[in-house]
C-alpha cells in the first residue's frame, strides 16, 4: 500500500475556488483504480494550507492516475491557484501501533 500525502498552499482568496473544485471531483478521484481512501485535510493553524492523504494499491496504480484526462483536468484548474509550490510525499507504513 502507498501513501501519499500532498501539502498545497493556496493565495487565500483562491481558497473557496479550491475547495469547489475538490468537492467537484473527490468521488471521482476516489473511484481511480487502484486508490483506496481519500482525504482531504486543513492545517489547524493556516486556513489557505491544505493536504491530501491518499492510499494506492501501488505506485504504478498512483502513477496511471497521475497520467489520467482526470489528474490534468483537476492539476490544471489547482494549479494556478497555489501560492507556494505544493510538496508531495510517498511512503510506506512500517508499523502501526493499537
Not at 14 to 20: G, I, K
Amino acid at each position: 500500500m502507498l501513501i501519499r500525502i500532498v501539502r498545497m498552499t493556496f493565495r487565500t482568496d483562491a481558497v473557496p475556488a479550491f475547495l469547489a473544485h475538490f468537492e467537484k471531483h473527490k468521488s471521482l478521484i476516489r473511484a481511480s483504480p487502484g486508490c483506496k481512501h481519500l482525504e482531504l485535510w486543513q492545517d489547524e493553524h493556516h486556513p489557505n494550507i491544505f493536504s491530501t492523504y491518499s492510499l494506492w494499491e501501488n505506485e504504478a496504480a498512483l502513477n496511471q492516475y497521475r497520467d489520467s484526462e482526470l489528474f490534468k483536468s483537476v492539476w490544471g484548474v489547482t494549479k494556478p491557484l497555489f501560492q507556494e509550490k505544493p510538496k508531495a510525499f510517498s511512503s510506506k507504513k512500517i508499523q502501526e501501533l493499537p
